[in-house]
């Protein structure tokens, strides 16, 4: 149950409870329970006492884990939506938001990334670590969209030579005309804004001004700047 379950007694919602421990009412048939597991949880049965089973796992010094007996019944008997559920929350990363479709994608691709984890799990031994797993296809997503965007410059010779090598700004030399000359900043036109650097890029093939600070590592690091 939801903690702000109307009919939920008020002397429960308000008991301390330990962690680890429970509290219980009883009206007729029905037992509602608070339990203060990772965080409190509430639940309502008409079939199941308020006292704690053992269970066939075990903690880490090999001693034999208790649960209250309507928790367990409950994890034993869940369905596939509520376990489905119960992993998505694990590593969710929903946040708050005015605009429902962002929610709605980011569930999206955690349901995606949760199908391709069973998928991963059943198809080699061993059961991977979740948590791992979600981080390293993170990361391959991540490259993935970087490699993208970098593939997308290759169409233009001279975008694939900004973005690899070494790259060293050069003052630009004085001429006759100027002794202070000056070129258009590449980044800063793109942008809309008329700005005019002493410098440029001594190793791009066209020679492009750019300030040094930021526009040279823009200039250099971003396929679309």
């Known amino acids: 149950l939801r903690a702000n379950r109307l009919g939920i007694p008020a002397d429960l919602k308000a008991a301390v409870v330990p962690r680890g421990q429970y509290a219980y009412r009883r009206k ?4 509602i329970i608070k339990l203060h597991d990772k965080k409190f949880l509430y639940l309502l049965s008409t079939m199941h006492n308020a006292e704690m089973v053992r269970t066939r796992k075990r903690d880490r010094q090999g001693r034999r884990v208790t649960r209250l007996h309507a928790n367990n019944a409950y ?8 376990k489905n ?3 998505v929350a694990t590593h969710s990363a929903v946040r708050k938001s005015l605009k429902w479709y962002k929610k709605l994608a980011f569930h999206f691709i955690e349901e995606a990334l949760e199908n391709a984890y069973l998928v991963h799990s059943r198809h080699f031994p061993g059961k991977p670590d979740h948590y791992l797993f979600l981080k390293e296809a993170a990361r391959s997503l991540l490259i993935a969209a970087e490699k993208d965007e970098v593939a997308r410059a290759v169409v233009r010779p001279r975008a694939r030579e900004r973005l690899i090598g070494r790259h060293f700004p050069d003052k630009i030399a004085p001429t006759p005309k100027k002794e202070h000359p000056t070129r258009m900043c590449v980044v800063c036109n793109a942008g809309g804004q008329r700005k005019e650097s002493h410098y440029f890029c001594q190793t791009c093939s066209t020679s492009p001004g750019l300030r040094v600070v930021p526009c040279f590592e823009v ?7």
């Open 28 to 31: 007729g048939k029905v037992q």
């Open 75 to 82: 994890n034993h008997s869940m369905g596939g939506v509520d």
């Open 85 to 87: 559920d119960a992993m």
């Open 219 to 225: 200039y250099h690091t971003k396929a679309r700047y």
